[in-house]
């Protein structure tokens, strides 16, 4: 029993770590947000503050019982260096993965059959660095708890399909 806990922990920990690489490379890249920004703070804290704890804990499954004490000491002394290396990587680069958002200041059309599909301006908020870029967007909820991305150009809309609203939404101006 104790053995399948060993393996269960180990594994998941790789599965995390793979899952933190994805989030952090290819995951950035993609046409797919969070539609709630505080899930979306919770999700990018737990990957951040939990890499170095999980890299610990594949010490788990290093460990055997062939190995020598050196090699043991080895595996100890290179699991928590790297565990160190990435807190500071993470502590140095905290304020650009994950941190800013788009934030939409004005919903400009509307879906006529699925009033959830919306185009959308949007300014990139940097939070203390203001804002970063403009974008017209249009986004499609998409499993709940995201929304699909896709750049839209709003002269080339079929008016029949949109509903023009111009609605203020998170940026208000005064």
Not at 38 to 58: R, W
Request: proline share 3%; aromatic share 16%.
């Amino acid at each position: 029993m104790l053995r399948l806990l060993i393996r269960i922990i180990f594994w998941g920990s790789i599965l995390f770590l793979a899952f933190f690489l994805w989030t952090v490379t290819l995951g950035q890249t993609i046409n797919y947000e969070f539609r709630d920004n505080k899930l979306a703070d919770e999700f990018y804290s737990l990957m951040l503050g939990g890499t170095p704890l999980v890299i610990l804990l594949t010490l788990f499954g290093t460990f055997k019982k062939r190995h020598s004490a050196t090699t043991k000491l080895l595996s100890i002394l290179v699991t928590v260096g790297a565990a160190a290396l990435t807190f500071m990587f993470l502590v140095s680069n905290l304020f650009t993965l994950g941190f800013g958002t788009w934030t939409t200041f004005n919903i400009a059309y509307e879906h006529e059959r699925n009033p959830e599909r919306q185009v959308r301006e949007q300014r990139y908020d940097a939070g203390a660095l203001g804002y970063g870029g403009n974008r017209i967007v249009e986004v499609r909820p998409f499993a709940g708890f995201f929304w699909k991305i896709l750049p839209v150009d709003t002269t080339k809309l079929d008016k029949t399909e949109w509903r023009r609203i111009d609605q203020e939404s998170d940026i208000r101006f005064p």
